[in-house]
């Protein structure tokens, strides 16, 4: 069960040991905060020693990385193979929002460490995200200044909008439990109508 | 300098020890967490004896909870003085969001405690906090049904709308900085617009 969903979160690394720790330590970060966690704790979610972390991950905060970056960069996918198509602007957008909402509200757990734990992140480790989160806003700034350009959109400033749109996306892991009884696919949808709406898409 | 910023922060707590407690606390709290910050650290930061925080807190979950509360109340009341208000409700609205996010904004590092730490509330402390929430999410969907009701909003799920609008000025102190270059007041206005276009008030 562990390995599956361990899997399924981070399909691009390897071996499971590792995917297995990222997820222990997601756990123990969630359940008494990063700085309260120990290597050990972790180890222990994940059933291993703390010698064969070590083989893994050289620190704490390597597993921080490793989840905050990995995290980051699936965002940054997402938002990529939309940004740069063809379709108008507003598609685009709307696009955008839906994936990277129920990607916020679907690993919500994950979401919550790779979002509010950056300041935990060693310096150079931290230059490494904080490029990836400009790429992001940068993306989703480009597609609503073609928006704007367009006549589909408009905006007061473009820098609030996108760190708007943005926000809105990442807050939905703070608040979103499957208790709500709505699908991170449906919820989703209804941002994007809110967003587009927000842009002056007048839909 | 402190005394004034705690007193500025909590002016209807008092005595000014308490004040300085929960200013010591924020300041913990946001440096290493929650859950490794001792009471021993908070009473070192505000210049205290273990002792002499006992006086005032029996717990470092008293703590957090004077916050907590505190600060639910102050966005309450901002919500509540202007929601009944006789103003069409576009115009509340926008009152509401533009407090609502400078608060967020001017009080970041409070307001990250306010509201990243409930989880760690116990569990009748929770019930507190819970219902000062559900009060405000109420009074913020009263004045869109309103809206709807008078046909200056037009929204899909009153729900989510709320949810929303409150999630973006929430969302304003994880990234809200001083270096942004922009006042919380100008935030405030800004997002204002935003909200009522995503309101479907057609500005």
New interface residues.
């Given amino acids: 069960m562990t390995v599956s969903l361990s899997a399924e979160l981070w399909p691009d690394v390897q071996p499971d040991a590792a995917r297995r720790l990222m997820l222990a330590a997601v756990e123990s970060f969630a359940a ?5 966690t120990t290597t050990r704790d972790i180890a222990a979610a994940a059933g291993m020693s703390p010698a064969a972390l070590y083989v893994h991950f050289p620190s704490k905060a390597a597993l921080l990385f490793a989840i905050s970056r990995n995290g980051h960069e699936q965002t940054l996918t997402l938002v990529e193979s939309v940004a740069g198509g063809d379709e108008p602007p507003r598609e685009r957008m709307r696009k955008i929002i839906e994936d990277f909402v129920a990607w916020h509200a679907r690993r919500h757990t994950v979401a919550r460490v790779v ?2 734990e950056l300041q935990a992140l060693p310096e150079q480790e931290y230059a490494v995200v904080a490029d990836l989160r400009r790429r992001i806003e940068n993306l989703v700034r480009e597609v609503i200044a073609e928006g704007v350009e367009k006549g589909e959109f408009t905006v ?2 473009l820098r ?2 996108a ?2 749109v943005l ?2 996306g ?3 892991a ?2 979103y439990s499957d208790r709500i009884g ?1 699908t991170p696919k449906a ?1 989703g949808r ?2 994007g ?3 587009l ?4 898409a007048g839909i």
Wanted: hydrophobic share 40%; charged share 30%.
């Fill in positions: 008494r905060g990063y700085h309260a979002q509010y007061g400033d609030t909008a760190r708007a926000s809105l990442v807050d939905v703070r608040w709505k919820l209804e941002y109508e809110l967003v709406r927000m842009l002056g």
